[in-house]
């Protein structure tokens, strides 16, 4: 099992429309749990942090079940500008970030 | 966040010769990190560099392959060795926030080796 599994995708939704992305990861010994956006040809910025059951910033809710070792992303009312790529992120400790190969999000007028 | 800087921000180099990569923070930092990026693909960490110690290599890594130099806490720099066209990748170093693994990164060095 990878360490860090993502749908690549890509998922194409309109404008105004709610998209969830998962992610699954193997190591239950995870501390923390980042969503990071990457758009083309450029590097990844820190979208959201998750230390706890969840956190929500505006439009972007994410989700931890540590049962399940799961993790997910809401957008809400997906704007043009979203359109990117999402990497799920896992810190298990000794500075050390897992990434997982990222979900594509195309957000079409 | 901190502010990161690298250069090259690209590069096209001929096999068999070696490119050093430059990345400079705006602000102390105790670690840095470098990864790779190949193409379609997610990062890959190369090794952390720390101030003052010898940087520690993932596995696949090796220190002669990438070189790191980490003279002070604001600056490092990664070297591609003996480059082949495989060695074709987004370069990218990044610095701990310090707050449970969130990590920062630079705008990344995009390197073609022909």
């Known amino acids: 099992r990878k360490e860090v599994e993502q749908d690549p995708g890509p998922f194409n939704v309109p404008e105004g429309a709610t998209v969830a992305f998962n992610c699954t990861y193997s190591n239950s010994a995870s501390q923390s749990f980042f969503w990071y956006r990457q758009d083309c040809r450029k590097e990844p910025k820190l979208l959201m942090s998750?230390?706890?059951s969840g956190n929500e910033d505006g439009r972007f809710t994410a989700q931890l079940n540590r049962a399940s070792q799961y993790i997910s992303l809401l957008i809400r009312d997906s704007k043009l500008s979203d359109s990117a790529t999402y990497l799920c992120?896992?810190?298990?400790?000794?500075?050390?970030?897992?990434f997982g190969k990222g979900t594509m999000l195309l957000v079409s007028p | 966040s901190a502010v990161i800087s690298q250069k090259p921000s690209r590069d096209i180099c001929q096999r068999g010769t070696s490119l050093t990569i430059q990345c400079q923070v705006d602000?102390?930092?105790?670690?840095m990190f470098w990864y790779r990026q190949q193409p379609g693909q997610s990062l890959t960490l190369i090794a952390t560099a720390n101030q003052g110690s010898e940087a520690t290599y993932e596995s696949g890594f090796v220190i002669d392959k990438f070189p790191i130099s980490r003279p002070n806490l604001t600056f490092s720099t990664l070297t591609v060795s003996n480059m082949s066209p495989e060695d074709s990748s987004i370069y990218l170093c990044?610095?701990?926030?310090?707050?449970?693994?969130?990590?920062?990164f630079g705008p990344g060095t995009r390197l073609l080796v022909l």
């Open positions: 602000s102390q930092v105790t670690m």
């Open positions: 998750v230390y706890s």
């Open positions: 990044s610095v701990s926030s310090g707050q449970m693994g969130t990590q920062y």
């Open positions: 992120v896992v810190y298990s400790g000794y500075s050390t970030l897992t």
